[in-house]
């Protein structure tokens, strides 16, 4: 099955910025059919939201109002990376980043996540 890394989480002031990245690894025949990769990103009290995802062409997709123009989705079919560029932060913004990978038969992914706090 499908495993992931994230990394590059940490402490971060407001209006700053850090660059998560999520690596995939796995039995070949499922990292090579990964569909969807992408952040989820969860509050205290377990609130999970989705911030962002992307399909094997690098079409982003935003699920929150509050990421779009301070978030990027990217991703690296080669590499199986998927990276998410966070700009301009706010204290909302903290929370633990979860990445996730589709691949068939409807399997998921899931990182283990990574916190993001913002210090006002």
């Known amino acids: 099955q499908v495993q992931l890394v994230e990394s590059g989480g940490g402490l971060a002031q407001t209006g700053g910025s850090l660059r998560l990245s999520c690596a995939a690894s796995g039995p070949t025949i499922d990292v090579n059919t990964i569909s969807v990769m992408g952040w989820f990103r969860e509050y205290p009290g377990n609130r999970r939201e989705l911030v962002a995802d992307t399909g094997r062409g690098g079409v982003p997709h935003y699920g929150e109002d509050r990421a779009k123009g301070r978030f990027t989705i990217s991703r690296d079919n080669a590499k199986k990376m998927v990276y998410l560029q966070m700009n301009k932060f706010i204290p909302a913004d903290t929370a633990v980043y979860y990445c996730?990978?589709?691949?068939?038969?409807?399997?998921?992914?899931w990182g283990l996540g990574t916190q993001v706090t913002v210090s006002s």
């Open positions: 996730y990978a589709d691949y068939p038969c409807a399997l998921r992914a």
